[in-house]
C-alpha cells in the first residue's frame, strides 16, 4: 500500500513541475517561496539531462482565447498540446524509453542503428528519399528539371558565369546492407540515380561524378560519419580537389590541388546520435577529420547572409597562381569542402547564403564570379522542383 502511495505521488511531479511556473508568474509571495527550491532543481536537471532534438516547434501556452464562450474543445486542444510539449521531466521520459528501445530491441522510433555503429535518420530513409524518388518517377519529370539545370546553366552562363554541379547523395547509396532487415531499401535502380546519369552525360553540363569519386575511396577512406548522415572531410576533400581540377583544364592551367589527405580521429557526437535522444547524451564515437595542414593565404570575413546574401567572402588577391574568382552554393555537405580548404585555390572565393532560393543566385553573383559551384543534396527536393522549366 505504501509502494502504491509513493508511485502515485510521484506520478504528480511532471504535471506539477509543468503547470507550477505558469501559475506563480503573476504570485510574487509564491514565486519567491517557490522559484529558489525550482531553480535548484531546474539547473540539476539540466545539466543532467539535455534537451531533446526536435524537428517542430514546440506549443506555446495559449495566450488568448479561440472562439466563443462555448468555444471550450478548441481551447482544452490548445492547453493540451502545450501540456504535452512542456510536461515535467519530458526530456528524461523521451530518453529513458528511446534508451530501453535500444537496450531491448536495438531500435528507435527516431533513427535506425544498423551495423558497424551506424545510425540513420528515419526522417530521411522513410520520407525524405522516398519523397525525391516519387517526383523523380517518371522520365518526363525527370526532363523537366534536366531542361531547368541546363537552362539555369545556360542563364549563368550569358553572364560570364560557369556552373560548376556537385550533387551528393545519401549514405545508404553506399551502404544499403548496413540498415537494418527492417528498414525501407534503395530500389537496385532509383529514380534519383536515373536523373544523375543523365546529367553526367550531358555535353553542356559540367558535373562533377560525386558518386564515381566516393566509390574509389571508400576502402580507403571511411566516406561517412557512422553517428552522422554527412560526407567526411575526406570525401568532401576528394570532391573538392575534383572541382578545383576540373576549374584549372577550364582555364588551361597546371596549378592544380596539392595537398592530400591527412586523418586524424576525434571523438564526436553526429547529428543523427544526438537526434536518437538516447540516455546518455555525452556519449561519443570517434570520427575521422583532415588535418589542415595546407598554407592559408586568405583571410576569410564574415558577413550578415540575411543583407548581403553572402555567408562569407575572402579578400581578393591577384596573384596570377590563384584559379578566379569564384562563388560557391550549398548546404551543410559545402561546409565540409569548406573545412578541406577549397578556398585557398582562389584569387577569391565567396559562399552564398544556403537559405537564399536559387532564383536569387544570377543576381547575386552577377559581376562577382567567373565560376559558381552549385552544391544541392539529393534529397532537397524544394532545390529540385525549382528547376521545373
Known amino acids: 500500500m505504501v509502494i502504491v502511495c ?26 519567491t517561496v517557490s522559484s529558489n527550491y ?30 466563443g464562450p462555448v ?40 533513427v535506425y542503428f544498423g551495423k558497424d555503429n551506424e545510425i540513420y535518420g528515419r526522417n530521411l530513409v522513410d520520407r525524405r528519399i522516398p519523397a525525391m524518388e516519387a517526383m523523380l518517377r517518371t522520365q518526363a519529370n525527370r526532363d523537366i528539371i534536366h531542361r531547368g539545370i541546363v537552362y539555369f546553366s545556360d542563364e549563368m552562363k550569358a ?7 556537385v550533387m551528393p547523395m545519401q549514405k545508404p547509396y553506399f551502404y544499403s546492407a548496413r540498415l537494418p532487415f527492417f528498414a525501407p531499401e534503395l ?15 550531358d555535353s553542356q553540363l559540367h558535373m562533377v561524378d560525386v558518386y564515381g569519386i566516393l566509390n574509389s575511396i571508400k576502402d580507403d577512406y571511411q566516406i561517412f560519419y557512422t553517428q552522422d548522415f554527412h560526407w567526411t572531410e575526406a570525401a568532401a576533400l576528394s570532391v573538392s580537389k575534383d572541382v578545383v581540377n576540373r576549374i584549372a583544364a577550364l582555364e588551361g592551367t597546371h596549378n592544380r590541388w596539392n595537398h592530400d589527405i591527412k586523418i586524424e580521429e576525434k571523438p564526436y557526437v553526429g547529428s543523427d546520435a544526438r537526434f536518437s535522444a538516447r540516455l546518455d547524451s555525452s556519449r561519443t564515437a570517434t570520427e575521422p577529420f583532415i588535418v589542415p595542414d595546407w598554407p592559408v593565404t586568405h583571410q576569410k570575413i564574415q558577413l550578415n547572409p540575411k543583407v548581403t546574401g553572402f555567408e562569407f567572402e575572402t579578400d581578393d588577391l591577384s596573384d596570377k597562381g590563384l584559379l578566379p574568382a569564384t562563388c560557391m552554393y550549398g548546404n551543410s555537405f559545402s561546409d565540409g569542402m569548406v573545412q578541406s580548404g577549397i578556398s585557398e585555390y582562389f584569387q577569391r572565393f565567396t559562399k552564398i547564403d544556403r537559405e537564399r532560393p536559387l532564383s536569387d ?3 547575386l553573383v552577377s559581376g562577382k564570379c567567373k565560376y559558381l559551384i552549385v552544391q544541392i543534396l539529393d534529397i532537397s527536393t524544394g532545390h529540385w522542383m525549382s528547376f521545373k522549366k
Open 187 to 201: 530500389p537496385e535502380k532509383t529514380n534519383f540515380m536515373a536523373l544523375y546519369k543523365d546529367l553526367s552525360v
Open 6 to 31: 509513493a508511485v502515485f505521488i510521484v506520478s504528480f511531479i511532471p504535471t506539477l513541475l509543468a503547470i507550477l511556473p505558469s501559475l506563480t508568474e503573476g504570485n510574487r509571495v509564491t514565486s
Open 361 to 363: 543566385i544570377p543576381k
Open 159 to 165: 553572364q560570364g558565369v560557369t556552373v560548376i554541379v
Open 38 to 67: 525550482l531553480n535548484k532543481f531546474s539547473d540539476w536537471y539540466s545539466a543532467k539531462v539535455e534537451p531533446v532534438q526536435e524537428l517542430r516547434k514546440l506549443q506555446t501556452f495559449p495566450s488568448t482565447w479561440v472562439g
Open 71 to 110: 468555444d471550450l474543445d478548441k481551447n482544452y486542444a490548445n492547453f493540451e498540446k502545450w501540456f504535452s510539449d512542456n510536461l515535467g521531466l519530458r526530456n528524461l521520459m523521451i530518453r529513458g524509453k528511446n534508451e530501453l528501445d535500444y537496450q531491448l530491441f536495438r531500435s528507435s522510433s527516431r
